[in-house]
């Protein structure tokens, strides 16, 4: 797994929040079986990306979450930010203090190419990638 289980299932409850009409919101309870998400995780999940502001919640009857914006206008890379993925590029995989082109440790290379192709689709790929294709009924 590239990515923690957090941001994984974080692109995937931002995923379903893309595929909701405009202005529709979906309950906790939903969003998790939507989303194949532990309920216990969509809560923590949710509560990183309405404070980094791109979602949407209120409590009470009709509420639920929904985007705060539109899909075009939310990168991947923010949905990892919120939840506190690092895509800086440069640190080693071994976390040598001293791991540069001139003194590499054994994954140097390899590893610099694989961070660099992450952060620019992280920071290249939109959640309206995620409307082509409707995730399946619940």
């Known amino acids: 797994m590239i990515l ?37 995780y969509v809560s923590k999940v949710m509560r990183r990306l309405v404070v980094a502001g791109l979602v949407d919640s209120q409590k009470g009857h009709g509420g639920g979450f ?15 930010r919120a939840i506190d993925v690092e895509l800086e590029t440069g640190r080693c995989v071994f976390h040598y203090r001293a791991c540069d082109a001139h003194s590499p440790c054994p994954l140097h290379e390899s590893w610099a190419v694989l961070q660099e192709a992450l952060k620019r689709w992280a920071a290249g790929t939109t959640l309206e990638s995620t409307r082509a294709t409707p995730l399946p009924p619940v």
């Not at 931002?14 to 216990?40: K, Q, T, W, Y």
């Open 4 to 40: 923690p289980r957090t941001a994984i299932y974080a692109l995937r409850t931002m995923a379903v929040l893309a595929n909701l009409a405009p202005g529709e919101s979906i309950r906790s309870r939903e969003l998790a079986s939507s989303a194949g998400v532990p309920e216990h």
């Open 66 to 80: 929904r985007l705060s914006r539109a899909p075009d206008k939310i990168e991947f890379e923010s949905i990892l």
